[in-house]
């Protein structure tokens, strides 16, 4: 699922296991993320690679040191990091929901209109519309979950870009010119 979700490829079995280059470390460093999802970084630097693939042989003594929870914790940091997928899917459901709700309700009201002395009083509005109010509830949150979300997205100081080489560039970019700022009288 982990690798489904995001918008770059990541790269299955892959441990961060390797020999890196001084650029892949210096961008990695540039990332300066505090929880970092190292298997995403790798990805998302989107420098060449080469793969050795080989046979990792089953553990024969002692006892790994991730548990459910560490696991857990590993795919929810890359699902968090890469994609905003699940913030999409809740705000779906919460749509989705809403206009159910809505749809069974004018349904419902329909057949009492239709049915007016044969109907008997039910429960069946209060749980249409204790629906209702949750789906909005849902799409509410979902909301809210979008903006968070793309606060998300502008707080990581991650590059805009990783160069691979320079072509044509003898000298290194000249700075500016610093402007004399006007003496305040």
């Known amino acids: 699922m982990v690798q489904r979700l995001p918008s770059i490829e990541t790269f299955q079995n892959f441990t961060g296991f390797g020999l890196y280059d001084c650029k892949v470390v210096e961008a990695v460093r540039s990332f300066d993320d505090p929880y970092p999802y190292f298997r995403g ?16 042989p089953r553990r024969k003594l002692g006892v790994t040191k991730n548990n459910f929870y ?20 809740v705000t779906f459901l919460g749509f989705a929901s809403a206009l159910l709700s809505l749809f069974v309700g004018f349904v419902y009201l329909v057949y009492k209109f ?6 008997t009083v039910g429960i069946a509005p209060l749980v249409i519309g204790l629906f209702f109010l ?14 968070i979300g793309a606060v998300h997205t502008q707080v990581p100081k991650r590059p805009y870009v990783i160069e691979k080489e320079r072509i ?3 000298y290194e970019p000249a700075q500016p010119a610093r402007e004399a700022s006007p003496e305040i009288v």
């Open 41 to 56: 970084m790798i990805a998302e630097i989107g420098l060449p690679y080469c793969e050795l693939p080989y046979d990792q």
């Open 70 to 89: 560490t696991l857990y914790d590993l795919a929810m940091l890359g699902v968090t990091n890469l994609s905003k997928v699940p913030l999409r899917l």
């Open 114 to 119: 239709v049915f007016w002395s044969h109907f």
């Open 168 to 170: 044509n560039f003898e």
């Open 134 to 147: 949750g789906s909005v509830q849902l799409l509410s949150m979902a909301i809210l979950g979008e903006y």
